[in-house]
């Protein structure tokens, strides 16, 4: 992307074609117009600009979008430039500038009237302000410097010079800003783009379910209209605002949930444009970015400048923040020209497919309806289609590496359609956390979703509370206020487990009566429980409800699993099926039932907190079940282990039994690693109830690895991988298990009887690395804190910890690297040296000890 405008193509853009413009240009390939030239013009010059300004009703007609976000940026060069030429005429000077003697031939005094782009909608309107005062600055100086040459300075006196100095410099700035923001502002008025760009529209936030974007967007549209198909994906786009804004299963009698269009709120955000070596994964980068809350003007300014058809736009945000929900809420709102919105649920999509394919596809699930990327485009009467790719931190789990570089893929495609003249802006949705796995295009703007304040709590639960009175007053409830949602802030902040406490509270008004702030795996245990509960007790004695439920959820852990173990967020009815008979082989069927149903479906039919879907997979049509959302699955397996875990802790402890058989656990360990999902073990360390003995019989089970057979259950195979990587996942797995309970271990906890644990670490180290996807041996290098230490004996140890949040910060006379650390940082010493994986790198290592070992005797001996 450029970074200026020529002033010259931006007049004739506008339709200006004063003969003063051709006089100066000289040769059309010249950015350069001549100082001397340029000021004896400048009146006609300063007519033309004007003129061109006044005629804004003009900007907008054009068959297509590019045209029209052409002119408006052209037009803001001509502001630009005219704003300067008209404060250049105000200058009180000690002599009069329409009488310069201009020479002949103006050799070597140029100037550079190509202005800085418009003002972004990323950027605060003062940053577009400052870029400009600064290009004046430039103009001032070679202005001042050509005055310099002419033979009038000579004439001069001192004072005379000082004041054409003064003049020519801050002063000529500070007039031309201001007429330049004065002039901005005005036409910003009439001109909503602009008004866009600098954040400054008249802004409503009082319209619910983003109702505010559609708003403003008409402020913009063309007058076109869509037609035939197009008109078809619109509307389809535009029912899911009527549809609940969740898919669940049975609600209790008389509860509703509200649609789309009632209980969206649009959240605050921050938004910024990436520069290299930036990391948007890292909350420390964000905050120093402003906190705002026009969403809807922001993502007007973005889809009126001419970036969008050129690199996609990121949207972050937490589990739970509301990406797909807003992605939907996008589509729907989007509607009519000036646009053409496309939603594409990259998990219905074949992963593997190209960005055209993956739009195809995901046109054809919506309206059923087969049609050509190119037809489409065409087919928009100059609309700017809208591509919204959501999920792509799910694409890129059950990718891995191969889909790193798959906004870079975004952005040719764009690039490729731009040079077609089918210009196509892309939204692409993702996790925070993985927004460092992929490439980012040079000048992609990221936004991030921002957890609720109290504002948006309030507004979401006058919704539900509106929505729901009925059922409150039949049941004898009380309403779920702020102050009681207040108490779980932590969770309330999230959409989406907002929504989950409201359902708690609305049985019973059990969250009204908890005196404690429950952690995130005691709310998801509630309520999955209480939901089991519900569905059971429509076909069960009371006496059998309690067993049965705990088989229902133990069912949808395996079925979490099915999904964990093939990197995937979904999974179909046979994976389902083929894993719980082996799994769970007698149950396979609950009594009872009139139609036999399979048990992955009985698992799932049931569930709230389960979405059945139809999908694409290498053009096979699959029906698949996904969690509703990510960490409801998340739970569910740590929940597993943690019951598993227990298990084994009984067993070490019985007088009866020798060792403890770990066949379920190895079974349901040896093929993912549990750090590439950090909501597992996060649930993990809540879970942990007696952690020295979970600890002891984790270590024990590492310890005995070489000395035991694998006794997992030989026919379960979620995917195709020999005994060596079983293994490495297993021993990875059990490593993140025992320090999940434990503030800090040694290596020598997991090795004892090695003489150098470090070399014996490095060799566990190359084995996962090795056999592990690189994603996954990424995420132990992530979670997984190493820091070399020398005991009192001088042997050479390793402390471990686990590190979800943020990097294990150095303890006094710990991280001594003698010039080490000028060139490395502590996050890539984690990366290159503490899972040291290269011969380089394992030399590094043994310097550090040498060089801490003397360190720590230096300071034992003051």
Same mark, same amino acid.
């Given at each position: 992307?450029?970074?200026?405008?020529?002033?010259?193509?931006?007049?004739?853009?506008?339709?200006?074609?004063?003969?003063?413009?051709?006089?100066?240009?000289?040769?059309?390939?010249?950015?350069?117009?001549?100082?001397?030239?340029?000021?004896?013009?400048?009146?006609?010059?300063?007519?033309?600009?004007?003129?061109?300004?006044?005629?804004?009703?003009?900007?907008?007609?054009?068959?297509?979008?590019?045209?029209?976000?052409?002119?408006?940026?052209?037009?803001?060069?001509?502001?630009?430039?005219?704003?300067?030429?008209?404060?250049?005429?105000?200058?009180?000077?000690?002599?009069?500038?329409?009488?310069?003697?201009?020479?002949?031939?103006?050799?070597?005094?140029?100037?550079?009237?190509?202005?800085?782009?418009?003002?972004?909608?990323?950027?605060?309107?003062?940053?577009?302000?400052?870029?400009?005062?600064?290009?004046?600055?430039?103009?001032?100086?070679?202005?001042?410097?050509?005055?310099?040459?002419?033979?009038?300075?000579?004439?001069?006196?001192?004072?005379?010079?000082?004041?054409?100095?003064?003049?020519?410099?801050?002063?000529?700035?500070?007039?031309?800003?201001?007429?330049?923001?004065?002039?901005?502002?005005?036409?910003?008025?009439?001109?909503?783009?602009?008004?866009?760009?600098?954040?400054?529209?008249?802004?409503?936030?009082?319209?619910?379910?983003?109702?505010?974007?559609?708003?403003?967007?008409?402020?913009?549209?063309?007058?076109?209209?869509?037609?035939?198909?197009?008109?078809?994906?619109?509307?389809?786009?535009?029912?899911?605002?009527?549809?609940?804004?969740?898919?669940?299963?049975?609600?209790?009698?008389?509860?509703?949930?509200?649609?789309?269009?009632?209980?969206?709120?649009?959240?605050?955000?921050?938004?910024?444009?990436?520069?290299?070596?930036?990391?948007?994964?890292?909350?420390?980068?964000?905050?120093?970015?402003?906190?705002?809350?026009?969403?809807?003007?922001?993502?007007?300014?973005?889809?009126?400048?001419?970036?969008?058809?050129?690199?996609?736009?990121?949207?972050?945000?937490?589990?739970?923040?509301?990406?797909?929900?807003?992605?939907?809420?996008?589509?729907?709102?989007?509607?009519?020209?000036?646009?053409?919105?496309?939603?594409?649920?990259?998990?219905?999509?074949?992963?593997?497919?190209?960005?055209?394919?993956?739009?195809?596809?995901?046109?054809?699930?919506?309206?059923?309806?087969?049609?050509?990327?190119?037809?489409?485009?065409?087919?928009?009467?100059?609309?700017?289609?809208?591509?919204?790719?959501?999920?792509?931190?799910?694409?890129?789990?059950?990718?891995?590496?191969?889909?790193?570089?798959?906004?870079?893929?975004?952005?040719?495609?764009?690039?490729?359609?731009?040079?077609?003249?089918?210009?196509?802006?892309?939204?692409?949705?993702?996790?925070?956390?993985?927004?460092?796995?992929?490439?980012?295009? /040079?000048?992609?703007?990221?936004?991030?979703?921002?957890?609720?304040?109290?504002?948006?709590? !309030?507004?979401?639960?006058?919704?539900?509370?509106?929505?729901?009175?009925?059922?409150?007053?039949?049941?004898?409830?009380?309403?779920?206020?702020?102050?009681?949602?207040?108490?779980?802030?932590?969770?309330?902040?999230?959409?989406?487990?907002?929504?989950?406490?409201?359902?708690?509270?609305?049985?019973?008004?059990?969250?009204?009566?908890?005196?404690?702030?429950?952690?995130?795996?005691?709310?998801?245990?509630?309520?999955?429980?209480?939901?089991?509960?519900?569905?059971?007790?429509?076909?069960?004695?009371?006496?059998?409800?309690?067993?049965?439920?705990?088989?229902?959820?133990?069912?949808?852990?395996?079925?979490?699993?099915?999904?964990?173990?093939?990197?995937?967020?979904?999974?179909?009815?046979?994976?389902?099926?083929?894993?719980?008979?082996?799994?769970?082989? /007698?149950?396979?069927?609950?009594?009872?039932?009139?139609?036999?149903?399979?048990?992955?479906?009985?698992?799932?039919?049931?569930?709230?907190?389960?979405?059945?879907?139809?999908?694409?997979?290498?053009?096979?049509?699959?029906?698949?079940?996904?969690?509703?959302?990510?960490?409801?699955?998340?739970?569910?397996?740590?929940?597993?282990?943690?019951?598993?875990?227990?298990?084994?802790?009984?067993?070490?402890?019985?007088?009866?039994?020798?060792?403890?058989?770990?066949?379920?656990?190895?079974?349901?360990?040896?093929?993912?690693?549990?750090?590439?999902?950090?909501?597992?073990?996060?649930?993990?360390?809540?879970?942990?109830?007696?952690?020295?003995?979970?600890?002891?019989?984790?270590?024990?089970?590492?310890?005995?690895?070489?000395?035991?057979?694998?006794?997992?259950?030989?026919?379960?195979?979620?995917?195709?991988?020999?005994?060596?990587?079983?293994?490495?996942?297993?021993?990875?797995?059990?490593?993140?298990?025992?320090?999940?309970?434990?503030?800090?271990?040694?290596?020598?906890?997991?090795?004892?009887?090695?003489?150098?644990?470090?070399?014996?670490?490095?060799?566990?180290?190359?084995?996962?690395?090795?056999?592990?996807?690189?994603?996954?041996?990424?995420?132990?290098?992530?979670?997984?804190?190493?820091?070399?230490?020398?005991?009192?004996?001088?042997?050479? /140890?390793?402390?471990?910890?686990?590190?979800?949040?943020?990097?294990?910060?150095?303890?006094?006379?710990?991280?001594?690297?003698?010039?080490?650390?000028?060139?490395?940082?502590?996050?890539?010493?984690?990366?290159?040296?503490?899972?040291?994986?290269?011969?380089?790198?394992?030399?590094?290592?043994?310097?550090?000890?040498?060089?801490? !070992?003397?360190?720590?005797?230096?300071?034992?001996?003051?």
């Amino acid at each position: 992307m450029g970074e200026k405008y020529r002033y010259v193509d931006a007049v004739r853009s506008l339709g200006g074609t004063d003969p003063v413009l051709d006089a100066l240009q000289g040769a059309a390939s010249d950015p350069l117009l001549p100082v001397g030239g340029v000021l004896e013009a400048r009146n006609e010059l300063v007519k033309v600009g004007i003129d061109l300004l006044a005629g804004w009703r003009d900007w907008r007609p054009g068959s297509t979008w590019r045209s029209r976000t052409d002119r408006f940026e052209a037009a803001h060069a001509v502001l630009v430039v005219t704003a300067y030429f008209e404060a250049l005429g105000t200058l009180d000077l000690p002599f009069a500038q329409s009488g310069l003697e201009v020479p002949q031939r103006d050799v070597g005094h140029f100037w550079d009237l190509a202005a800085p782009l418009c003002p972004a909608p990323h950027r605060p309107f003062a940053q577009a302000v400052a870029a400009i005062r600064g290009y004046y600055l430039a103009l001032g100086g070679q202005l001042l410097a050509f005055v310099k040459e002419l033979d009038l300075w000579a004439r001069l006196d001192e004072h005379a010079r000082q004041r054409t100095a003064a003049a020519y410099g801050e002063e000529l700035v500070e007039r031309a800003v201001l007429r330049y923001t004065d002039r901005y502002r005005s036409l910003a008025h009439d001109v909503p783009e602009l008004a866009f760009w600098a954040g400054i529209a008249d802004h409503q936030p009082s319209l619910a379910g983003m109702a505010e974007l559609e708003r403003l967007i008409s402020l913009v549209a063309s007058g076109e209209t869509l037609s035939g198909r197009l008109a078809t994906l619109d509307r389809l786009h535009q029912a899911a605002l009527v549809r609940p804004i969740a898919e669940t299963g049975d609600l209790p009698i008389g509860m509703r949930l509200p649609t789309l269009a009632q209980a969206y709120v649009t959240p605050r955000f921050r938004a910024a444009e990436i520069a290299p070596g930036d990391d948007p994964s890292v909350e420390e980068w964000w905050e120093g970015h402003e906190l705002r809350s026009d969403l809807p003007v922001f993502l007007s300014g973005f889809l009126t400048a001419s970036a969008a058809g050129e690199v996609p736009l990121i949207v972050l945000g937490q589990p739970g923040s509301g990406k797909s929900v807003l992605s939907k809420v996008l589509a729907a709102r989007l509607r009519d020209a000036p646009f053409l919105p496309i939603r594409v649920p990259l998990r219905e999509v074949s992963a593997t497919a190209g960005i055209q394919e993956q739009i195809e596809q995901a046109v054809y699930h919506l309206s059923g309806e087969r049609q050509e990327w190119p037809a489409i485009s065409r087919s928009a009467n100059g609309a700017l289609p809208v591509v919204i790719l959501d999920g792509f931190d799910e694409l890129l789990q059950a990718t891995g590496v191969r889909q790193s570089d798959y906004l870079m893929k975004v952005a040719r495609f764009q690039h490729r359609e731009a040079d077609a003249g089918r210009a196509v802006a892309v939204i692409v949705t993702s996790r925070t956390a993985v927004a460092n796995r992929a490439g980012l295009p /040079e000048g992609t703007v990221v936004a991030r979703l921002e957890p609720f304040g109290t504002t948006a709590m !309030r507004t979401w639960l006058e919704v539900w509370n509106a929505v729901n009175a009925d059922y409150f007053s039949a049941a004898g409830l009380e309403p779920f206020t702020l102050d009681v949602a207040l108490t779980q802030r932590h969770l309330a902040r999230q959409p989406l487990l907002l929504l989950m406490l409201a359902f708690y509270d609305a049985d019973g008004n059990a969250l009204r009566r908890e005196t404690r702030t429950l952690g995130q795996a005691e709310l998801y245990e509630r309520l999955m429980t209480r939901f089991a509960e519900r569905a059971l007790e429509k076909r069960h004695p009371p006496d059998q409800v309690g067993r049965l439920v705990e088989r229902e959820l133990l069912r949808l852990s395996f079925v979490a699993a099915s999904m964990f173990n093939r990197g995937r967020q979904w999974a179909t009815t046979e994976e389902v099926d083929a894993d719980l008979d082996v799994l769970l082989p /007698e149950q396979r069927r609950t009594p009872g039932l009139a139609t036999p149903l399979s048990a992955g479906h009985e698992a799932l039919a049931r569930s709230f907190f389960v979405h059945r879907a139809q999908a694409v997979r290498d053009d096979e049509v699959l029906h698949t079940y996904e969690f509703l959302h990510a960490t409801f699955g998340e739970f569910l397996i740590a929940r597993l282990l943690a019951s598993l875990m227990g298990e084994l802790v009984a067993q070490e402890s019985s007088l009866a039994l020798t060792g403890v058989h770990d066949g379920l656990l190895r079974t349901l360990l040896s093929w993912a690693t549990i750090s590439s999902r950090l909501p597992v073990v996060a649930f993990l360390q809540e879970l942990v109830h007696d952690g020295e003995r979970w600890r002891a019989v984790v270590l024990r089970l590492f310890r005995e690895l070489d000395a035991r057979e694998d006794s997992s259950i030989a026919a379960y195979r979620p995917w195709i991988a020999g005994p060596h990587r079983r293994y490495a996942y297993y021993s990875a797995n059990l490593m993140v298990l025992a320090l999940a309970c434990a503030p800090e271990l040694r290596a020598s906890e997991f090795m004892p009887g090695h003489e150098d644990v470090v070399t014996e670490w490095r060799s566990y180290s190359l084995l996962w690395r090795s056999q592990c996807a690189l994603a996954e041996w990424q995420s132990l290098v992530d979670l997984v804190a190493v820091r070399p230490v020398w005991s009192q004996d001088d042997i050479r /140890e390793l402390h471990l910890k686990l590190s979800l949040d943020e990097l294990w910060e150095p303890g006094p006379f710990s991280w001594s690297w003698a010039g080490v650390d000028k060139l490395l940082s502590i996050a890539q010493l984690r990366r290159q040296v503490m899972f040291s994986t290269l011969a380089d790198e394992g030399a590094l290592l043994a310097l550090y000890m040498d060089d801490l !070992r003397t360190h720590q005797q230096a300071h034992r001996s003051t």
